[in-house]
Protein backbone atom coordinates (compact mmCIF):
# COMPACT_ATOMS: atom_id res chain seq x y z
CA UNK A 1 0.00 0.00 0.00
CA UNK A 2 1.19 2.83 -1.16
CA UNK A 3 1.87 4.52 2.95
CA UNK A 4 3.92 7.57 3.87
CA UNK A 5 4.77 10.11 6.53
CA UNK A 6 2.08 12.00 5.85
CA UNK A 7 -1.00 12.49 8.03
CA UNK A 8 -4.48 14.65 8.67
CA UNK A 9 -2.99 15.95 11.78
CA UNK A 10 0.59 14.71 11.10
CA UNK A 11 3.35 13.92 9.30
CA UNK A 12 6.44 12.85 10.66
CA UNK A 13 7.88 15.41 12.27
CA UNK A 14 10.02 18.12 10.25
CA UNK A 15 13.08 20.36 11.65
CA UNK A 16 14.78 23.14 10.53
CA UNK A 17 17.89 24.44 11.78
CA UNK A 18 17.03 28.11 10.83
CA UNK A 19 19.88 30.45 11.73
CA UNK A 20 19.02 34.22 12.88
CA UNK A 21 20.31 35.95 9.39
CA UNK A 22 21.67 39.03 8.92
CA UNK A 23 19.34 40.85 6.57
CA UNK A 24 20.29 43.33 3.54
CA UNK A 25 18.07 45.96 3.18
CA UNK A 26 15.95 46.39 6.57
CA UNK A 27 16.48 49.51 8.19
CA UNK A 28 14.97 51.08 11.78
CA UNK A 29 14.55 54.46 12.36
CA UNK A 30 16.83 53.61 15.11
CA UNK A 31 18.97 50.44 15.61
CA UNK A 32 17.94 48.13 17.43
CA UNK A 33 19.86 46.57 20.59
CA UNK A 34 21.14 43.06 19.60
CA UNK A 35 19.24 40.14 19.60
CA UNK A 36 18.23 37.93 23.22
CA UNK A 37 18.42 34.58 23.25
CA UNK A 38 14.46 34.75 23.57
CA UNK A 39 14.05 37.09 20.42
CA UNK A 40 16.54 35.06 18.11
CA UNK A 41 13.89 31.92 19.23
CA UNK A 42 11.49 34.30 18.28
CA UNK A 43 13.46 35.08 14.46
CA UNK A 44 13.85 31.71 14.29
CA UNK A 45 10.18 30.50 15.18
CA UNK A 46 8.87 33.32 11.90
CA UNK A 47 11.55 31.96 9.96
CA UNK A 48 10.69 28.49 10.01
CA UNK A 49 6.70 29.09 9.50
CA UNK A 50 7.38 31.83 6.91
CA UNK A 51 9.45 29.44 4.87
CA UNK A 52 6.70 26.30 5.20
CA UNK A 53 4.16 28.27 4.14
CA UNK A 54 6.43 29.29 1.12
CA UNK A 55 6.97 25.95 -0.01
CA UNK A 56 4.21 23.84 1.38
CA UNK A 57 1.40 26.22 1.70
CA UNK A 58 -1.79 23.67 -0.51
CA UNK A 59 -2.37 27.28 -2.62
CA UNK A 60 -0.54 29.87 -4.06
CA UNK A 61 -0.05 32.93 -1.18
CA UNK A 62 2.42 35.98 -0.42
CA UNK A 63 4.35 36.21 2.94
CA UNK A 64 3.58 39.68 2.55
CA UNK A 65 -0.33 39.34 2.91
CA UNK A 66 0.41 36.89 6.68
CA UNK A 67 2.74 38.92 7.76
CA UNK A 68 0.85 42.29 7.46
CA UNK A 69 -2.20 40.83 8.94
CA UNK A 70 -0.88 39.23 11.63
CA UNK A 71 1.62 42.91 12.48
CA UNK A 72 -2.30 44.04 12.14
CA UNK A 73 -3.52 42.25 14.57
CA UNK A 74 -1.80 43.07 17.32
CA UNK A 75 -4.09 46.64 17.36
CA UNK A 76 -6.18 44.35 19.57
CA UNK A 77 -4.06 43.99 22.22
CA UNK A 78 -3.00 47.72 22.58
CA UNK A 79 -5.47 50.30 20.00
CA UNK A 80 -2.38 52.90 19.68
CA UNK A 81 -0.68 49.84 18.06
CA UNK A 82 -0.52 50.37 13.85
CA UNK A 83 0.80 49.26 11.06
CA UNK A 84 0.77 50.79 7.73
CA UNK A 85 1.95 49.53 4.04
CA UNK A 86 2.41 52.28 2.60
CA UNK A 87 3.33 50.84 -0.92
CA UNK A 88 6.91 50.92 -0.80
CA UNK A 89 7.90 50.69 2.98
CA UNK A 90 6.54 49.10 6.33
CA UNK A 91 5.84 51.09 8.68
CA UNK A 92 4.75 50.53 12.43
CA UNK A 93 3.28 53.40 14.62
CA UNK A 94 2.66 53.75 18.24
CA UNK A 95 0.06 56.93 18.29
CA UNK A 96 1.68 59.45 15.82
CA UNK A 97 5.16 58.07 16.35
CA UNK A 98 6.91 56.37 14.20
CA UNK A 99 8.31 53.09 15.67
CA UNK A 100 9.63 51.46 13.13
CA UNK A 101 10.14 52.02 8.55
CA UNK A 102 11.39 48.98 7.04
CA UNK A 103 11.87 48.81 2.41
CA UNK A 104 8.66 46.03 1.94
CA UNK A 105 10.63 42.70 0.41
CA UNK A 106 9.00 41.22 -2.47
CA UNK A 107 5.51 39.40 -1.82
CA UNK A 108 7.67 36.18 -1.02
CA UNK A 109 11.26 36.77 0.24
CA UNK A 110 10.44 34.71 3.58
CA UNK A 111 13.65 35.53 5.31
CA UNK A 112 13.29 39.24 4.95
CA UNK A 113 9.63 38.96 5.71
CA UNK A 114 10.68 37.38 8.96
CA UNK A 115 13.26 39.90 9.53
CA UNK A 116 11.20 42.84 9.74
CA UNK A 117 8.25 40.97 10.75
CA UNK A 118 10.68 39.64 13.87
CA UNK A 119 12.05 43.73 15.02
CA UNK A 120 8.26 45.14 14.43
CA UNK A 121 7.16 42.92 17.23
CA UNK A 122 10.32 43.51 19.36
CA UNK A 123 9.52 47.12 18.97
CA UNK A 124 5.77 46.83 19.59
CA UNK A 125 6.75 44.63 23.18
CA UNK A 126 9.39 47.18 24.00
CA UNK A 127 7.14 50.36 23.32
CA UNK A 128 3.56 48.87 24.43
CA UNK A 129 2.71 48.18 28.27
CA UNK A 130 -0.12 46.08 26.70
CA UNK A 131 2.18 44.35 25.08
CA UNK A 132 4.93 43.66 27.79
CA UNK A 133 1.75 42.56 29.76
CA UNK A 134 1.19 39.48 28.08
CA UNK A 135 3.74 37.26 28.07
CA UNK A 136 6.29 36.37 25.48
CA UNK A 137 4.30 33.40 23.67
CA UNK A 138 1.31 34.82 23.92
CA UNK A 139 2.03 37.36 21.37
CA UNK A 140 3.36 34.93 18.92
CA UNK A 141 0.33 33.61 19.57
CA UNK A 142 -1.48 36.36 18.41
CA UNK A 143 0.82 37.49 15.58
CA UNK A 144 0.17 34.34 13.94
CA UNK A 145 -3.62 34.18 14.89
CA UNK A 146 -4.07 37.10 12.71
CA UNK A 147 -1.48 36.15 10.06
CA UNK A 148 -2.52 32.45 9.57
CA UNK A 149 -6.51 33.30 9.16
CA UNK A 150 -5.75 34.67 6.00
CA UNK A 151 -4.65 30.55 4.71
CA UNK A 152 -7.83 28.72 6.03
CA UNK A 153 -9.21 28.00 9.04
CA UNK A 154 -7.22 24.86 9.56
CA UNK A 155 -3.86 26.23 9.53
CA UNK A 156 -2.63 26.79 13.14
CA UNK A 157 -0.20 27.77 15.67
CA UNK A 158 0.30 26.09 18.69
CA UNK A 159 2.61 26.92 21.27
CA UNK A 160 4.61 24.81 23.33
CA UNK A 161 2.66 23.66 26.13
CA UNK A 162 -0.45 23.10 23.46
CA UNK A 163 1.87 21.63 21.16
CA UNK A 164 2.88 18.89 24.06
CA UNK A 165 -0.93 18.32 24.54
CA UNK A 166 -1.56 17.72 20.89
CA UNK A 167 1.02 15.34 20.49
CA UNK A 168 0.35 13.30 23.62
CA UNK A 169 -3.12 12.81 21.80
CA UNK A 170 -1.41 11.56 18.85
CA UNK A 171 1.68 10.06 19.69
CA UNK A 172 1.68 8.95 23.09
CA UNK A 173 2.48 9.97 26.49
CA UNK A 174 4.06 8.60 29.62
CA UNK A 175 1.37 7.66 31.88
CA UNK A 176 -0.41 5.08 33.70
CA UNK A 177 -3.30 4.15 31.98
CA UNK A 178 -6.59 5.75 33.67
CA UNK A 179 -9.01 7.93 32.44
CA UNK A 180 -9.65 10.57 35.63
CA UNK A 181 -13.16 12.11 36.48
CA UNK A 182 -12.41 15.78 37.68
CA UNK A 183 -15.51 16.87 40.23
CA UNK A 184 -15.17 19.52 42.84
CA UNK A 185 -11.70 19.42 42.90
CA UNK A 186 -10.90 15.76 43.65
CA UNK A 187 -9.88 13.48 41.50
CA UNK A 188 -11.61 9.70 40.58
CA UNK A 189 -10.29 7.09 38.11
CA UNK A 190 -13.54 7.20 35.88
CA UNK A 191 -12.06 4.09 33.39
CA UNK A 192 -9.06 1.80 33.82
CA UNK A 193 -8.00 0.69 30.33
CA UNK A 194 -7.17 -2.72 29.97
CA UNK A 195 -3.40 -4.00 29.38
CA UNK A 196 -2.24 -0.99 30.97
CA UNK A 197 0.03 -0.29 34.11
CA UNK A 198 -2.88 0.52 35.94
CA UNK A 199 -5.19 -2.28 35.09
CA UNK A 200 -1.95 -4.15 35.76
CA UNK A 201 -1.46 -2.45 39.47
CA UNK A 202 -4.76 -3.21 40.37
CA UNK A 203 -6.71 0.42 40.12
CA UNK A 204 -10.10 0.74 39.70
CA UNK A 205 -12.60 2.56 38.47
CA UNK A 206 -13.89 4.34 41.38
CA UNK A 207 -10.46 4.90 43.10
CA UNK A 208 -10.24 8.15 44.60
CA UNK A 209 -6.86 9.39 44.30
CA UNK A 210 -5.83 11.76 46.81
CA UNK A 211 -1.77 12.03 46.75
CA UNK A 212 0.81 11.54 44.07
CA UNK A 213 4.20 10.85 46.07
CA UNK A 214 3.65 13.18 49.28
CA UNK A 215 2.16 15.92 46.90
CA UNK A 216 -1.86 16.43 47.84
CA UNK A 217 -4.40 16.51 44.75
CA UNK A 218 -7.34 17.93 46.43
CA UNK A 219 -7.88 21.64 45.18
CA UNK A 220 -4.98 21.02 42.06
CA UNK A 221 -6.70 22.27 38.85
CA UNK A 222 -7.23 19.31 36.18
CA UNK A 223 -4.37 20.73 33.94
CA UNK A 224 -2.24 20.48 36.90
CA UNK A 225 -3.47 16.88 37.75
CA UNK A 226 -2.96 15.45 34.25
CA UNK A 227 0.69 16.90 34.33
CA UNK A 228 1.13 15.04 37.74
CA UNK A 229 -0.01 11.86 36.66
CA UNK A 230 2.08 11.19 33.34
CA UNK A 231 6.09 11.37 33.57
CA UNK A 232 8.59 10.16 31.99
CA UNK A 233 8.65 6.18 30.65
CA UNK A 234 9.52 3.54 33.62
CA UNK A 235 8.85 5.99 36.42
CA UNK A 236 7.38 5.19 39.41
CA UNK A 237 4.32 7.49 40.19
CA UNK A 238 3.22 6.37 44.02
CA UNK A 239 -0.88 6.58 44.25
CA UNK A 240 -2.92 7.24 47.79
CA UNK A 241 -6.30 5.69 47.25
CA UNK A 242 -9.46 6.39 48.95
CA UNK A 243 -11.44 3.14 47.94
CA UNK A 244 -14.95 2.62 49.34
CA UNK A 245 -14.03 -1.14 50.19
CA UNK A 246 -11.21 -0.10 52.08
CA UNK A 247 -10.80 1.36 55.99
CA UNK A 248 -7.85 2.76 55.35
CA UNK A 249 -6.41 4.20 52.11
CA UNK A 250 -4.24 2.44 50.34
CA UNK A 251 -0.91 2.63 48.96
CA UNK A 252 -0.16 1.23 45.16
CA UNK A 253 3.04 2.36 42.64
CA UNK A 254 2.30 2.15 39.46
CA UNK A 255 5.59 2.23 36.76
CA UNK A 256 4.79 4.74 33.80
CA UNK A 257 4.86 3.32 30.51
CA UNK A 258 3.85 4.64 26.86
CA UNK A 259 0.20 5.05 26.89
CA UNK A 260 -1.76 5.61 23.47
CA UNK A 261 -5.18 6.88 24.22
CA UNK A 262 -7.58 3.71 23.15
CA UNK A 263 -10.01 4.72 20.20
CA UNK A 264 -11.48 1.61 19.34
CA UNK A 265 -14.68 -0.09 21.13
CA UNK A 266 -16.48 -3.24 19.79
CA UNK A 267 -19.26 -5.53 20.76
CA UNK A 268 -20.69 -8.46 19.34
CA UNK A 269 -24.69 -8.05 19.70
CA UNK A 270 -27.23 -10.47 17.99
CA UNK A 271 -24.72 -11.48 15.43
CA UNK A 272 -23.94 -7.62 14.67
CA UNK A 273 -20.21 -6.37 15.13
CA UNK A 274 -20.31 -2.96 16.33
CA UNK A 275 -16.98 -0.87 16.32
CA UNK A 276 -16.97 2.89 17.38
CA UNK A 277 -13.96 4.51 16.66
CA UNK A 278 -13.39 7.80 18.17
CA UNK A 279 -10.39 8.90 16.44
CA UNK A 280 -7.58 8.41 14.67
CA UNK A 281 -4.06 8.04 16.51
CA UNK A 282 -1.11 5.66 16.53
CA UNK A 283 -2.78 2.63 17.84
CA UNK A 284 -5.96 2.64 16.35
CA UNK A 285 -5.51 0.50 13.47
CA UNK A 286 -3.79 -1.97 15.56
CA UNK A 287 -6.36 -1.92 17.91
CA UNK A 288 -8.99 -2.18 15.58
CA UNK A 289 -7.09 -5.68 14.24
CA UNK A 290 -7.26 -6.68 17.47
CA UNK A 291 -11.20 -6.17 17.74
CA UNK A 292 -11.58 -7.83 14.33
CA UNK A 293 -9.50 -11.24 15.82
CA UNK A 294 -11.10 -11.27 19.04
CA UNK A 295 -14.42 -11.39 17.61
CA UNK A 296 -12.97 -14.27 14.91
CA UNK A 297 -11.91 -15.92 17.90
CA UNK A 298 -15.41 -16.02 19.65
CA UNK A 299 -16.31 -18.91 17.18
CA UNK A 300 -19.90 -16.71 16.95
CA UNK A 301 -21.96 -16.09 13.86
CA UNK A 302 -20.99 -12.33 12.70
CA UNK A 303 -23.18 -11.65 9.80
CA UNK A 304 -22.64 -7.98 9.62
CA UNK A 305 -20.41 -5.08 10.85
CA UNK A 306 -21.46 -1.54 11.93
CA UNK A 307 -18.31 1.04 11.54
CA UNK A 308 -19.81 3.93 13.91
CA UNK A 309 -17.67 7.44 13.11
CA UNK A 310 -20.29 9.47 14.30
CA UNK A 311 -18.85 12.88 16.42
CA UNK A 312 -15.08 10.97 14.52
CA UNK A 313 -13.28 14.51 14.56
CA UNK A 314 -10.43 12.46 12.32
CA UNK A 315 -6.48 12.11 12.98
CA UNK A 316 -3.95 10.68 11.52
CA UNK A 317 -4.00 9.83 7.74
CA UNK A 318 -2.10 6.55 7.42
CA UNK A 319 -4.60 5.44 10.26
CA UNK A 320 -7.57 6.01 8.32
CA UNK A 321 -6.07 4.09 4.82
CA UNK A 322 -4.81 1.49 7.45
CA UNK A 323 -8.59 1.20 8.85
CA UNK A 324 -10.10 1.18 5.55
CA UNK A 325 -8.13 -1.46 3.89
CA UNK A 326 -9.34 -3.80 6.57
CA UNK A 327 -12.71 -3.75 4.66
CA UNK A 328 -11.62 -3.54 1.13
CA UNK A 329 -9.50 -6.26 -1.04
CA UNK A 330 -8.05 -3.64 -3.65
CA UNK A 331 -8.54 -0.26 -5.50
CA UNK A 332 -8.60 3.27 -4.66
CA UNK A 333 -8.71 4.26 -0.48
CA UNK A 334 -7.85 8.46 -1.05
CA UNK A 335 -5.46 10.97 -3.23
CA UNK A 336 -4.08 13.96 -2.19
CA UNK A 337 -3.43 17.22 -4.34
CA UNK A 338 -1.17 20.07 -3.09
CA UNK A 339 1.03 22.41 -4.31
CA UNK A 340 4.34 20.91 -2.93
CA UNK A 341 5.16 17.52 -5.11
CA UNK A 342 5.16 15.39 -1.73
CA UNK A 343 1.69 16.44 -1.37
CA UNK A 344 0.46 14.54 -4.38
CA UNK A 345 -0.15 10.92 -3.09
CA UNK A 346 -2.22 8.04 -4.00
CA UNK A 347 -3.57 5.22 -1.70
CA UNK A 348 -4.30 1.89 -2.40
CA UNK A 349 -6.06 -1.28 -0.85
CA UNK A 350 -3.81 -3.58 -0.83
CA UNK A 351 -3.51 -5.90 2.76
CA UNK A 352 -6.89 -8.18 2.12
CA UNK A 353 -10.05 -7.29 3.83
CA UNK A 354 -9.91 -8.78 7.35
CA UNK A 355 -14.18 -9.40 7.30
CA UNK A 356 -14.46 -11.66 4.61
CA UNK A 357 -17.14 -10.15 2.05
CA UNK A 358 -19.71 -9.35 5.42
CA UNK A 359 -22.34 -5.94 5.18
CA UNK A 360 -20.96 -3.05 6.10
CA UNK A 361 -22.31 0.05 7.60
CA UNK A 362 -20.74 2.81 8.11
CA UNK A 363 -22.31 5.94 10.51
CA UNK A 364 -21.58 9.07 9.97
CA UNK A 365 -23.09 13.02 11.52
CA UNK A 366 -21.94 16.20 10.72
CA UNK A 367 -19.23 15.83 13.43
CA UNK A 368 -17.26 12.96 11.68
CA UNK A 369 -14.55 14.37 9.68
CA UNK A 370 -11.51 14.16 8.12
CA UNK A 371 -10.02 11.08 8.50
CA UNK A 372 -13.22 9.42 9.49
CA UNK A 373 -14.23 10.86 6.38
CA UNK A 374 -11.79 9.14 4.26
CA UNK A 375 -13.01 5.65 5.51
CA UNK A 376 -16.42 6.25 5.11
CA UNK A 377 -15.89 7.35 1.15
CA UNK A 378 -13.56 4.56 0.50
CA UNK A 379 -16.14 1.95 1.91
CA UNK A 380 -18.84 3.62 0.05
CA UNK A 381 -17.02 4.75 -3.06
CA UNK A 382 -15.90 1.15 -3.67
CA UNK A 383 -19.36 -0.18 -2.83
CA UNK A 384 -18.50 -2.20 0.06
CA UNK A 385 -20.63 -0.22 2.97
CA UNK A 386 -23.76 1.59 3.17
CA UNK A 387 -23.46 5.27 4.88
CA UNK A 388 -26.29 5.95 7.30
CA UNK A 389 -26.67 9.11 9.36
CA UNK A 390 -26.29 12.89 8.79
CA UNK A 391 -23.74 14.39 6.34
CA UNK A 392 -20.53 14.39 7.19
CA UNK A 393 -18.52 18.01 8.57
CA UNK A 394 -16.77 18.22 5.25
CA UNK A 395 -13.22 18.85 5.62
CA UNK A 396 -11.40 18.09 2.62
CA UNK A 397 -7.94 19.18 3.66
CA UNK A 398 -4.59 17.36 5.15
CA UNK A 399 -2.73 19.19 7.41
CA UNK A 400 1.30 18.83 7.94
CA UNK A 401 3.09 19.38 11.35
CA UNK A 402 6.21 21.15 11.85
CA UNK A 403 8.08 21.07 15.20
CA UNK A 404 9.33 24.56 15.50
CA UNK A 405 12.37 25.83 17.29
CA UNK A 406 10.41 26.94 20.35
CA UNK A 407 8.97 23.11 20.64
CA UNK A 408 5.64 24.84 19.49
CA UNK A 409 4.19 23.34 16.08
CA UNK A 410 2.70 25.00 12.37
CA UNK A 411 -0.13 22.87 11.53
CA UNK A 412 -0.14 23.56 7.65
CA UNK A 413 -2.50 22.77 5.41
CA UNK A 414 -0.78 21.11 2.25
CA UNK A 415 -3.08 18.41 0.32
CA UNK A 416 -6.48 18.80 -0.70
CA UNK A 417 -8.14 14.75 -0.47
CA UNK A 418 -9.95 13.40 -3.26
CA UNK A 419 -12.39 10.30 -3.05
CA UNK A 420 -12.06 7.79 -5.30
CA UNK A 421 -15.31 8.89 -7.10
CA UNK A 422 -13.55 12.06 -7.64
CA UNK A 423 -15.01 14.57 -5.43
CA UNK A 424 -13.43 16.51 -3.39
CA UNK A 425 -14.37 16.33 0.05
CA UNK A 426 -14.02 20.11 1.40
CA UNK A 427 -16.88 21.69 2.40
CA UNK A 428 -19.07 18.57 0.59
CA UNK A 429 -18.52 15.90 2.88
CA UNK A 430 -19.48 12.33 2.42
CA UNK A 431 -23.52 11.96 2.18
CA UNK A 432 -25.42 8.90 3.67
CA UNK A 433 -27.00 6.42 1.49
CA UNK A 434 -29.96 6.85 4.27
CA UNK A 435 -29.91 10.44 6.03
CA UNK A 436 -31.75 10.59 9.64
CA UNK A 437 -31.30 14.17 9.97
CA UNK A 438 -33.80 17.07 10.18
CA UNK A 439 -36.75 16.60 12.52
CA UNK A 440 -37.17 13.40 14.35
CA UNK A 441 -41.20 13.43 12.54
CA UNK A 442 -39.57 12.53 10.03
CA UNK A 443 -38.15 9.21 11.25
CA UNK A 444 -41.16 8.15 13.02
CA UNK A 445 -43.21 6.24 10.40
CA UNK A 446 -40.26 4.63 9.08
CA UNK A 447 -38.78 3.63 12.08
CA UNK A 448 -41.95 2.15 13.44
CA UNK A 449 -42.25 0.16 10.08
CA UNK A 450 -38.54 -0.77 10.34
CA UNK A 451 -39.53 -2.34 14.29
CA UNK A 452 -41.90 -4.41 12.33
CA UNK A 453 -40.35 -5.16 9.77
CA UNK A 454 -43.81 -4.76 7.14
CA UNK A 455 -43.52 -4.83 3.68
CA UNK A 456 -44.46 -0.55 4.21
CA UNK A 457 -41.12 -0.45 5.76
CA UNK A 458 -38.73 -2.04 2.94
CA UNK A 459 -40.59 0.06 0.81
CA UNK A 460 -39.84 3.45 2.31
CA UNK A 461 -36.09 2.51 2.70
CA UNK A 462 -35.75 2.04 -0.76
CA UNK A 463 -37.84 5.47 -1.25
CA UNK A 464 -35.19 7.01 0.74
CA UNK A 465 -32.77 5.45 -1.07
CA UNK A 466 -33.64 6.42 -4.51
CA UNK A 467 -34.14 10.46 -3.28
CA UNK A 468 -30.22 9.88 -2.38
CA UNK A 469 -29.69 8.44 -5.85
CA UNK A 470 -31.58 11.33 -7.69
CA UNK A 471 -28.95 13.42 -6.38
CA UNK A 472 -25.43 11.75 -5.76
CA UNK A 473 -23.94 13.06 -8.86
CA UNK A 474 -24.52 16.98 -6.89
CA UNK A 475 -22.49 16.64 -3.63
CA UNK A 476 -24.35 20.72 -3.17
CA UNK A 477 -27.99 19.59 -3.23
CA UNK A 478 -27.36 16.23 -1.94
CA UNK A 479 -26.34 18.14 1.24
CA UNK A 480 -29.23 20.22 1.92
CA UNK A 481 -31.53 17.74 1.42
CA UNK A 482 -29.41 15.95 4.04
CA UNK A 483 -27.63 18.67 6.35
CA UNK A 484 -25.45 17.81 9.44
CA UNK A 485 -26.13 16.79 12.75
CA UNK A 486 -24.16 16.99 15.95
CA UNK A 487 -27.17 13.93 17.14
CA UNK A 488 -26.33 10.43 17.41
CA UNK A 489 -29.30 8.81 17.16
CA UNK A 490 -30.42 5.94 17.96
CA UNK A 491 -32.64 5.33 15.12
CA UNK A 492 -28.94 5.41 13.02
CA UNK A 493 -28.12 1.60 14.88
CA UNK A 494 -31.55 0.29 14.34
CA UNK A 495 -31.54 0.98 10.75
CA UNK A 496 -28.02 -0.39 10.02
CA UNK A 497 -29.46 -3.73 12.22
CA UNK A 498 -32.27 -3.66 9.85
CA UNK A 499 -30.58 -3.53 6.74
CA UNK A 500 -27.31 -5.78 7.61
CA UNK A 501 -30.16 -8.76 8.03
CA UNK A 502 -32.16 -7.69 5.09
CA UNK A 503 -30.16 -8.67 1.99
CA UNK A 504 -32.10 -6.50 -0.81
CA UNK A 505 -32.32 -3.79 1.05
CA UNK A 506 -29.05 -3.95 1.98
CA UNK A 507 -27.61 -4.65 -1.71
CA UNK A 508 -30.05 -1.81 -2.59
CA UNK A 509 -28.42 0.53 -0.91
CA UNK A 510 -25.29 -0.21 -1.97
CA UNK A 511 -26.22 0.93 -5.50
CA UNK A 512 -28.26 3.72 -5.12
CA UNK A 513 -25.93 5.20 -2.03
CA UNK A 514 -22.70 5.26 -3.97
CA UNK A 515 -21.43 7.69 -6.34
CA UNK A 516 -20.23 6.21 -9.60
CA UNK A 517 -16.50 5.65 -9.57
CA UNK A 518 -15.11 8.86 -11.86
CA UNK A 519 -12.42 8.24 -14.66
CA UNK A 520 -9.34 8.29 -13.54
Same mark, same amino acid.
Not at 56 to 70: C, N
Not at 484 to 511: C, F, G, M, V, W
Given at each position: MGKTGISVLSV?????????????????????????????? #????? !??VFENINK???????????????LKRLSETDALLAVDDTGGSVELRYADRI???WPEPTPNDHDNWAALTSRALTLARSESDKIQADEHGNLLKRFFSGGLAKLDRYTRYDGPDQARNTRARREGFG??????????? $????? @??? !?????? %??? /? @?????ITHIGKTALTGLSQRDVITKLRGPIHSGADLTISREASLTPVKITVIRAHIILPTIESKLENVILK?????? $???????????LSGAERGGDDVKGVILDLRGNPGGLLDQAVAVADFFLNDGRIISTRGRHRRANQIFDASWGERVHNLPIVVLINGRSASASEIVATALRDRGRAV???????? @???? #????? /?? $?????????AHMIAPSGFNLQNHGVIPAICTSGPEDRLGPLMNAIKSATASGQTALI??? %????????????????????????????????????? !? $??? /???????????? !??
Open positions: NSLFFAVAALAVAGVTACSTPAPESPEQVT #QLEVI !ETRYAAATTIKTVSLAGLGSGLGVTIRYENG $NTYVR @KVH !EGTPAF %RAG /L @KAGDHIEISGF $NQGTSRSLGKAVVGASSYG @KGSV #QTIIR /LP $NRGELTLTWAML %RSRHAVRTDPIGARKLCPPSKLKRSEDIEIARYILTH !E $NIY /LQALHDGAPAIA !ER
